[in-house]
């Protein structure tokens, strides 16, 4: 079975600054998905950024991007110039199985604070 | 356009009670994903739809929950009887999923809260 670690329960951030929240992952299949989902307190769960496994250059959204490395099973994330409204719970998620639509497994996810 | 649609927002029932949540997946999505949220075991998949279908029930807790998706833009998730660990932030997503046509990406309903006193 697949799983997602994020091993930072908490971050925060000066406004304006850089931050980089970690996320692995155990997994013995070759093609896969992985996303990062922001909850702010809304609960809403809102979409940041995708990663297709069998591509080589990493995901880019605007002051969003990841840093994938296939082989360390790592998919960390980067935010840049932090926003006030970046502070949310942000969740790591994998999915597998490529041809079918399959559930996401998701990390334990990260609160980020940003500091003003 | 739309995104999921859930309903109620918010749910406070007694012990005991039904409880039936709802959704409306996005126009054109083919899959469909209920997720239970809570702070003991965060984020867990209870059931997935794929073209109506259920294909994976494993993440139903137990006999008292139920899913249904009658057609392709609606579907419900019932709790009969209802306890109060089913307190939780239950989250509806949806999906388009073609065979050998990668897309994976899942967009969230805002989720019910609900409250089993």
């Known amino acids: 079975a697949q799983t997602v670690t994020q091993s930072q329960p908490e971050m925060s951030v000066q406004e304006a600054e850089t931050v980089t929240l970690s996320c692995t992952y155990d997994?013995?299949?070759?093609?896969?998905?992985l996303f990062w989902y922001k909850q702010p307190p809304s609960r809403q769960m809102i979409l940041v950024i995708r990663?297709?496994?069998?591509?080589?250059q990493n995901a880019t959204e605007n002051r969003f991007s990841v840093n994938f490395q296939k082989a360390a099973k790592s998919f960390s994330l980067k935010i840049s110039d932090s926003q006030l409204g970046d502070a949310a719970m942000y969740f790591c998620?994998?999915?597998?199985?490529?041809?079918?639509?399959?559930?996401?497994?998701f990390g334990s996810g990260t609160q980020l604070t940003v500091l003003p | 356009d739309a995104g999921v649609i859930q309903s109620p927002r918010h749910e406070v029932t007694e012990m005991g009670q039904e409880v039936t949540l709802r959704c409306k997946p996005i126009?054109?999505?083919?899959?469909l994903f209920w997720y239970r949220q809570t702070m003991m075991r965060g984020l867990e998949l209870l059931i997935y739809?794929?073209?109506?279908?259920?294909?994976?029930d494993s993440g139903m807790p137990e006999d008292r929950f139920s899913a249904k998706m009658p057609n392709a833009s609606f579907s419900t998730l019932k709790i009969q009887p209802s306890e109060p660990r089913d307190s939780a932030v239950y989250f509806c997503?949806?999906?388009?999923?073609?065979?050998?046509?990668?897309?994976?990406?899942?967009?969230f309903g805002p989720g019910t809260r609900l409250t089993v006193l």
């Open positions: 997503a949806s999906s388009f999923s073609l065979q050998g046509f990668k897309i994976y990406t899942q967009y």
């Open positions: 997994t013995s299949e070759s093609d896969y998905y």
């Open positions: 990663q297709e496994a069998y591509k080589q």
């Open positions: 998620a994998y999915s597998g199985n490529p041809g079918s639509a399959r559930q996401l497994t």
């Open positions: 126009s054109g999505h083919n899959s």
């Open positions: 739809f794929n073209n109506n279908v259920p294909i994976d």
